[in-house]
């Protein structure tokens, strides 16, 4: 089982000019959609190491919290972080436990929900396809798959992530193009191995090694642990410097005779270490590694140390990494799986339109009470539903038709083709956007010139409302309503507003989209003190999950509703279905799905009478889309919603 090590040390330069070359686009997507939240970064041996550097820079860019984690941890958390993103590492795409904790993750919805594999055409990215809010981010290793330990696969991972999140926090510095710059300067990969080599020869004639590290470089002294653990190269214990001080001293006083220390230290930690350091008994083999600044990239540099070190520990000791040799208990033991439910305890739990509604809540209180009443209230909102004979139908844009992944593309096809279907039978169809002219140019390019006549576009959050074949609509005119006028300019003059934001100014609409490393919810706060101070401004704000958009007053996309019965001649009292995604307030999408008879894609209200969301677990955004539009049974120019048909079959195998 597995290669020689010294094959796979041989190939990193190799696997990093291929991650630095690699185009980075889904992931820089992924980061920055997770950039508003805390992460959880996911890893099973080897690949654990990954998931610490993932939340190390995690932590680093965005100053959220991150934390590292197992698949049986997730999976016996019972956790529901909603708001929270998750990134999953697995090489070869095959692992169980990894498997399994997808499967339990996916249908809980989280905020972004990320797999990275170092191969295509993988058993996770099957199971990712199922579900379009994923993100699956492949990255073929130009060596072929790892042996026995995560080598190559690590690199390639650290490296197209530390990419990823410096090109959306706006990292200024050029990336190295080969290993040799990114680790010597003016050296090769030779010369920095066998520096390291030299340098730590002696650690390996004590069988225990004690690393002590500075927090930053916790990635590489989890892979030192790892390394020499799954390989048997010796017993290894890891602790940052005051933890160290804890107790943990006494290892040194009782086993020192048995044991050295590696130190893995960058610059805010370098006074500490060396006093710690000084006071150990002078017998004992102790090997400083000085890794500057401490920076992400000083980080990355720790870990590609971890992986040769443990290719040179190997060499003293006779062992190699690389094929270690796997026991036969060993191997069971591997493949009993977590043996824990994944998707199954979710659904069998609470299903999932209750689950969505219940979170707005908090989770803490349900009880077979509070889930019998929902249950009830479901039942009736879906019978009233498909009840209902509907006149029209409006549509959100952003995160309805058309999912973040694809804002500069446009919707996908299966999407135009379903509302030309709908457009076809003669049924109305309206857009609220809060975008502007761009939403015009990606209809026009994607729904045939024929039916342009039978969109109705409200851009700007409803403030300018028309069809899609009419070319003086959104106007370019670059007069600002007279209550806007104070904002704007006291927007623009306030420092702390374009440090953290920038804004673009519509008519009747100010829309503010924060900086990757900004919290929505901190520029939301002082776009809220700063229109207090203004009052008596009756303006309002409204969000969505990357932007604020400030309102004149009456602004809404109810606008949309009353101008499509009237451009259709449709009676006053019509009955039009919503569709959005941002139903909880403040979302942009609030007005509009308080309406009866709507649903959502993504978040919902509160409310038991409306903006529910039906779609099956997992369904979010277009998917879900897809699932109502399904659903849909047209008899000339209206239609019903046959509920029981939303989402029939999204999870056959």
Not at 79 to 97: E, I, M, P, Q, Y
Request: aromatic fraction near 8%.
């Amino acid at each position: 089982m597995g290669k020689p090590y010294q094959q796979e040390i041989e190939a990193l330069p190799e696997t990093f000019r291929t991650a630095v070359e690699a185009s980075m686009d889904s992931c820089a997507t992924a980061v920055s959609a997770s950039a508003q939240g805390p992460l959880v970064a996911i890893g099973s041996g080897g690949s654990l190491s990954v998931a610490e550097f993932a939340a190390m820079l995690h932590q680093h860019f965005t100053n959220h919290i991150a934390k590292a984690s197992t698949p049986l941890d997730i999976l016996s958390s019972g956790r529901k972080d909603h708001g929270s993103s998750f990134f999953l590492f697995t090489a070869g795409g095959r692992n169980k436990d990894i498997l399994r904790a997808f499967g339990y993750l996916a249908v809980l919805e989280p905020r972004r929900l990320v797999v990275l594999t170092a191969t295509k055409a993988t058993l996770i990215g099957k199971e990712a396809s199922r579900f379009q809010y994923v993100d699956n981010v492949e990255i073929p290793l130009p060596c072929g798959k790892d042996g026995f330990l995560a080598t190559n696969s690590l690199l390639a991972f650290s490296t197209i992530l530390l990419r990823a999140y410096e090109q959306v926090f706006g990292t200024s510095d050029a990336f190295p193009n080969t290993l040799d710059q990114f680790l010597l300067p003016g050296g090769t990969f030779a010369e920095f191995c066998d520096d390291l080599r030299n340098r730590c020869n002696r650690l390996w004639e004590r069988e225990n090694l004690v690393v002590l590290y500075s927090p930053r470089m916790i990635s590489a002294a989890r892979d030192l642990e790892s390394r020499f653990t799954e390989a048997a190269l010796g017993p290894t214990q890891i602790a940052d410097f005051r933890h160290f001080a804890h107790g943990r001293h006494h290892w040194l006083a009782k086993r020192g005779s048995t044991s050295s220390v590696i130190a893995l230290v960058n610059k805010d930690d370098e006074v500490l270490a060396n006093k710690t350091l000084s006071l150990f008994p002078k017998d004992i083999p102790v090997t400083k590694l000085d890794f500057g600044v401490g920076s992400p990239r000083d980080a990355l540099k720790a870990l590609i140390s971890s992986i040769v070190l443990a290719g040179y520990a190997g060499l003293s000791r006779g062992i190699d990494p690389g094929r270690p040799g796997v026991p036969p208990f060993g191997r069971k033991i591997y493949n009993l799986g977590p043996l824990t439910k994944g998707r199954e305890q979710f659904e069998t739990t609470i299903c999932a339109p209750i689950e969505r509604k219940l979170s707005g809540f908090g989770s803490n209180g349900i009880n077979e009470g509070v889930l019998k009443t929902w249950s009830g209230r479901l039942k009736l909102f879906s019978k009233q539903l498909q009840a209902q004979l509907f006149h029209g139908l409006i549509l959100d844009y952003d995160g309805t038709i058309c999912d973040d992944r694809c804002r500069f593309t446009g919707p996908e096809q299966g999407i135009v083709k379903m509302m030309a279907s709908l457009l076809r039978s003669g049924v109305p169809v309206g857009i609220a956007t809060g975008r502007g002219e761009s939403v015009r140019a990606d209809l026009r390019r994607c729904i045939p010139s024929r039916f342009w006549g039978r969109v109705l576009i409200g851009y700007h959050n409803g403030s300018e409302i028309a069809l899609l074949s009419d070319d003086s609509q959104p106007s370019a005119t670059e007069v600002v309503s007279e209550s806007l006028v104070a904002l704007v300019k006291a927007f623009e003059n306030d420092t702390r507003l374009r440090e953290i934001a920038k804004s673009s100014v519509s008519e009747h609409q100010i829309s503010i989209r924060p900086h990757p490393a900004v919290p929505l919810d901190n520029v939301w706060s002082l776009l809220q003190e700063m229109i207090a101070r203004a009052t008596p401004l009756h303006v309002r704000m409204v969000r969505s999950s990357h932007s604020i958009d400030v309102l004149a007053p009456g602004i809404s996309k109810l606008s949309v509703v009353s101008s499509l019965r009237t451009t259709f001649s449709l009676k006053a009292d019509a009955v039009v279905l919503c569709i959005g995604d941002r139903g909880r307030w403040p979302g942009n999408d609030y007005d509009l799905l308080s309406l009866p008879h709507s649903l959502s894609v993504d978040e919902v209200s509160t409310s038991s009478e409306t903006c529910w969301n039906l779609a099956p677990p997992g369904h979010r955004g277009s998917q879900a889309l897809v699932d109502y539009l399904n659903a849909i049974r047209t008899d000339g120019r209206e239609f019903r919603m046959v509920v029981s048909e939303i989402g029939r079959g999204a999870h056959e195998r």
